[in-house]
Every structure is written in C-alpha cells, then in structure tokens.
C-alpha cells in the first residue's frame, strides 16, 4: 500500500467539532472526574486507562434503559475473565424500542425496485408485541434459540426484537446460503423456532427457496415451528410442505398487539449467536452478550459516527454478516434504519445514491469493493445526487484503497467525513474506526476504538509504530465473545484469540500505526506472505494491481517453491482484456512502483472468477489450500464454490 500522504483529505470545521459529541463527552468528563482532556485522543487514553469509568459514561450518554448497578468492572486485567457490569439488569430489545411517537418513521425498505415501504414506531411495536406473544406460546424462553434464513427486510429485525425481548438468543443468516450452509450454523444451536422467507430477489432475478428449505428444516432438531415469511407472495405453499410449517400471517393470527413485555437479565446474557466464515472447517458459533453488543454500537453511533436522534442510518449489508447488528441496534438511538436487500446494482449502479437521496441518509455505509466498483464504473454520484444530508460515508469489509479515499472526496461530496473501519464478527463491532473530529488521510483509519487498548506488536511482543506487526488489544472490552457455543472449557475461545500472546487478544490483522496517529490494515495475518522471509500483506498488493484499468479484482496467495515462497497474482480482466506480456509488464510496474520489489509477483494468472465468502470477502486461503493440492475444508462458506476449480492444477505454476 502506498505510503499515506501528509496533506489530509478533508478536516472537519471548527464548528463541526465543537458541535460534535465527542467534543461533549470531553466536557462531560472534565466536568464530573476534574480531569483536563482537550480533544478525541486525550478521551482515548483517559477511556483505556480508566475503562470501568469510561463504560459507564457510555451507559450514560445512551441513557441505557435497565438497573446499571453499583460496580462498573470487575477483574479489569483478566482477558477473558473481566466483568463489566456484573449487577445490571437489561434487555436488549427494551433499549431498542425505547418510548418514541407511534407516527416516527422506524424503518424505511427497499427491495431492489421490487418493494419500497415504511414501518412506522408504532406498527414496529405491534408486530413485535404479537412476534412475542406467538414465540412465547411455542414455549420460546430464556436462553431458547430462535434462527432465522431471512433478507434484510422489516420483519427480520421485528423477529429478533421479540426474540431478545424473551431472553433468547437470535441467529441469522442470508437466503442465498446453500443448504450445507444452513445447516453447518443452525445445526448446531438447534433453534426452537426458525424463521425463513419464501425467496428473495437478486439482479432482477426473483429467487425462490422453498425446494432448499425442504432439505433444511427436517434436519433442525426439535424445532417446534417454521415460520415462512412472504416477500414473492408463496408463503401458505412453502410452509404446507415443511414439518411444522406455518406462514407468519397464521402464526400471528391468534395475536392483538399488547404491551411489549421485556425479560430484563444479566448484562452478559447471550442475545445473539453470530458465526465465523467457516472457510477452514464448521463455522465457529460465536456467542455476543446483550450489553456489551449494545453499549459499543452505542458508543460507536453517537461518537464515533456522531449520528443524532431521527438522523436516518443505512448499512449495506446482509443479515449473514455482524454489519447487519449493528446497523439494527441504530434504533437504540432513536435513528431511522434504511435497509435493503438486492443487489447494489440493481436496476442500475446509481440504486444505492438514488435511495440515499431519497430518505436523506446521514449515514452511508458499504464495503470497499463497492466503492471500488463505482470508481472503475466512472460514477459520480456527487454530480447527479443531492447528498446535502449525507455526514458520513464509512467502509469496511476489507483496507479501503488510498485511491478510493480520493475518489470518495472527488466524486461523491468533499465535504464528508470518510471513516474506514475494521473489527469484526468476533467483537460484533470495530477495534478501529472514525474520528468525526480529526483530518482523514489518504489510506488510513483514523483512530483506534474509545475504550480500546489496541496495539500494534512485533512478532516479539512489543509495541511497534511505523513497524508492521500484530493487532492485539491488550485490555478487557465488553462486547468480547461470552464464549463459543459447544465449548464447555473456553477451548475454542482461548485457541482463537489468546495463543499467540498470553492475556492479550490477537486479532489475526497485520497491521501499522502511522505517524498520524492512523492505521492501515495490510491484510488478515493468516494469508500475509512471506517470500525471502519478508512479510507483506496482500492488501498492498490489491491496493496496486487494482489500479490498472484491465483488472477489475485481484487475489494474492504464496505458493510453497523452490524452498521458499514466492507470490502469485491471481487477477480478473475487464470483458476483452488479455493477460499479454504488455499488460503483465504493466502490472508488474504498478506494484513495484507503487509498493515495492519484493511486493512484485513471480507469476500473474488471469482466472474467470474470484472464490468470495457470503459476506464478500475473497478467500486467499481456499485459494492456496487448492493450489496445494490440499483439501478446502468447508466450500458451503463460499458464496460461489465452483470458482475454486479454475485455481486447481494449472500449468502455469508447475514451472
């Protein structure tokens, strides 16, 4: 990756700051424990050096609906092992649907061009209220598990409102998962009621799921419903051929709207099981507790995002990936949630800009690759759009490119506030992300996590800035996991995070600090390479080879050679290009130009398609396992399996 440059993109004005929450919470502070902080890196170090006190300004500032009780931590050093709140009683469900006008609009929905809606407070409300009543008469309680295989429509997040409201446990995914898929999550919570919709719509093309549904649902084991959800408009018929099968009209048919009722339990009660990739065996099935899941989306919302009541939030995402929690926990915020479902370029590239105009998003959030995607389309949404209302446009999924960080502020609004961030499924939120009242340079996250202890160490445990090394956090924070589901000993748990360095969570990205006080993700650690015994990150690569206009995508693997390692490239052409000595030549200039030499690859193989998981991310691993002649543990992670043969046996790395 490119080195970041010294002239920032975009500061914030000084009323902007000043107008900020940080900028209050900073004043808050002073004023209630006498300290002198000035700005968002003072609030930092004071949240890290004093997290039990920190925590609880965050429970403040989100005016937490519960008993917060008198102790704010207890083992404050013990990773895992630390207590936040160990007195409080909460529910998650209750912060979301805290007291607001039944006219407010709560949810607003698009369905590709095929469905445009609005659920107001007030019908959210209902449909929970009878959700509630039908889960608890199908003997649904605390700890029960409820799954659903659902898009990201209004109905989903109702279905996980009534479920946490109980004390039970929510899990998700997407309907475009395979079967296999399905089951390798599901299968092993063994849900008591499993929601599924009766298809979904994709590029225009409307995708039915009954016949998969059919394979799935007898292998759920004592689950007493399946409740189908309408979108195309075949609910009565996919549910007439399920066991136990229902559609949700006559599940809620025997339910009036009542007054919400909410179990409030133990700040750490499991409310969500979210899962890993699963592209090196099963899925781990990673259990998130109630409060810390709502406290750091909180904090992330109000002071990282500086998102205010009634602004309207929107997140990319589907409901297979942690991006999707985190938008819907919005509510306990009182935001509006903007959600779709589709493809983002469907009916055409501009769908995502249109809708933004529309509903005046104050919030955009999406994946790299779809900004990416747009810069090498030549949009510029910033010419054909009104984004007056839009204040932040953030990315994750995988390191933003330095050149999709000018071209956010070129083509779409100069004067926004670009937030890359990066965290994880693992902690259902960001070890790094925006600061709304710091410059954004080229290639960077701004700024670590507020109440995150997060370094950068060196093979040898140390502290490095300007030094590739490690992401470890290095103190307790209280969306870490509770534990994984089937791990009776924390086994799985310790294994995951905790066996590079004793009592410091290891994340798996390589990572550097800037002398901006940034970071810049270089790629997950398990697939950095290491030709000459020189670790690089492939996101250097990308960052580069995506630069020349033939490549649409890139994947970069070390192939085990000669004794050593040496870097292949894998790059996806534009219809009509042709992987030539020219172009080879080219790209091979662009990396060593724009990285390094070592960064250079010995070979370039031009493939049809890229091996992506569900939530998007390409999968270097899969690549490398079959290149090896290895066997690639779990294909049902994958969104499209049946790329992963075009890598097997090719010529051209056998010399």
């Not at 409300?125 to 003997?139: E, F, I, K, N, Y």
């Not at 929510?170 to 079967?179: A, L």
């Not at 009766?198 to 007493?224: C, E, F, M, N, Q």
Request: charged letters at 20%; proline letters at 7%; a negative charge.
């Amino acid at each position: 990756m490119s080195a970041a440059s010294d002239e920032p993109l975009w500061k914030p004005s000084p009323e902007r700051i000043a107008r900020s929450a940080v900028t209050a919470l900073v004043r808050t502070v002073n004023a209630r424990h006498g300290t002198a902080l000035t700005d968002f890196r003072d609030l930092h170090a004071w949240s890290v050096a004093h997290p039990g006190t920190f925590w609880e300004e965050v429970w403040d500032l989100g005016d937490i609906i519960g008993e917060r009780g008198a102790t704010a931590l207890v083992d404050a050093e013990a990773m895992p092992g630390a207590r936040f709140f160990p007195e409080a009683r909460l529910n998650y469900a209750e912060n979301l649907l805290r007291p607001r006008g039944r006219d407010e609009v709560a949810l607003v929905f698009r369905g590709e061009d095929k469905v445009e809606r609005q659920v107001s407070f007030g019908e959210l409300c209902d449909l929970v209220s009878r959700l509630q009543q039908g889960l608890r008469a199908a003997g649904v309680g605390v700890g029960d598990r409820v799954a659903a295989t659902m898009p990201n429509m209004p109905e989903t997040i109702a279905i996980m409102l009534a479920t946490t409201s109980l004390g039970a446990i929510f899990s998700s995914c997407s309907p475009d998962f395979g079967e296999r898929g399905i089951l390798d999550r599901f299968g092993q919570i063994a849900p008591k009621v499993y929601f599924a919709c009766d298809g979904y719509w994709y590029s225009g093309k409307r995708v039915a799921i009954g016949d998969k549904l059919k394979s799935v649902v007898p292998h759920l084991a004592d689950t007493a419903a399946t409740v189908i959800v309408p979108y195309l408009g075949e609910a009565a018929e996919v549910a007439a051929g399920l066991p136990n099968g229902v559609a949700l009209d006559a599940f809620l048919a025997p339910h009036a709207p009542a007054p919400l009722v909410f179990e409030r339990l133990p700040f750490n009660h499991p409310a969500f099981i979210l899962f890993s990739s699963g592209t090196t065996g099963v899925p781990k099935c990673i259990v998130h507790g109630a409060g810390g899941t709502l406290l750091q989306h909180v904090k992330e919302h109000r002071l990282h995002c500086d998102l205010a009541p009634g602004d309207r939030l929107f997140y990319f995402t589907t409901c297979g990936w942690m991006m999707w929690n985190w938008l819907v926990t919005g509510l306990a915020s009182n935001l509006t949630l903007c959600l779709f479902d589709g493809s983002p370029f469907a009916p055409g590239p501009s769908v995502l800009f249109d809708y933004a105009e529309k509903e005046g998003f104050a919030l955009f959030g999406t994946s790299a690759k779809y900004i990416d995607s747009l810069r090498k389309e030549g949009l510029k949404p910033g010419e054909t759009h009104d984004l007056s209302k839009l204040k932040a446009l953030t990315s994750t999924g995988s390191p933003l490119a330095p050149e999709s960080f000018g071209y956010v502020y070129e083509a779409i609004k100069p004067d926004l506030h670009l937030a890359s961030i990066s965290g994880g499924t693992d902690i259902v939120s960001c070890f790094v992300l925006g600061d709304p009242t710091a410059p954004v340079y080229k290639g960077e996250i701004q700024a670590p996590g507020l109440g995150m202890a997060v370094e950068v160490w060196s093979d040898e445990g140390r502290p490095v800035v300007g030094e590739r090394g490690e992401l470890v956090c290095t103190k307790p924070f209280p969306s870490m996991p509770v534990m994984f589901w089937n791990d009776p000993d924390g086994a799985k748990y310790h294994a995951a995070y905790f066996e590079r360095f004793d009592n410091i969570w290891c994340h798996g990205d390589f990572a550097e600090w800037t002398h901006h006080g940034g970071i810049i993700i270089h790629g997950r650690s398990d697939a950095t390479l290491n030709p000459q015994g020189v670790r690089i990150g492939t996101a250097e690569i990308y960052a580069q080879a995506e630069q020349v206009p033939e490549i649409v995508e890139a994947l970069a693997i070390g192939q085990e050679w000669d004794n050593d390692v040496r870097v292949v490239l894998f790059v996806r052409l534009k219809p009509g290009a042709v992987l030539d000595a020219e172009l080879e030549k080219r790209i091979r200039t662009q990396i060593r130009t724009g990285a390094s030499p070592r960064h250079v690859p010995a070979k370039i193989v031009a493939v049809a398609d890229i091996p992506r998981t569900r939530s998007g991310k390409i999968t270097e691993l899969a690549v490398r396992d079959v290149v090896h002649n290895r066997p690639v543990k779990n294909t049902e992670a994958l969104a499209n399996p049946e790329s992963l043969e075009l890598y097997r046996d090719l010529p051209e790395l056998a010399v």
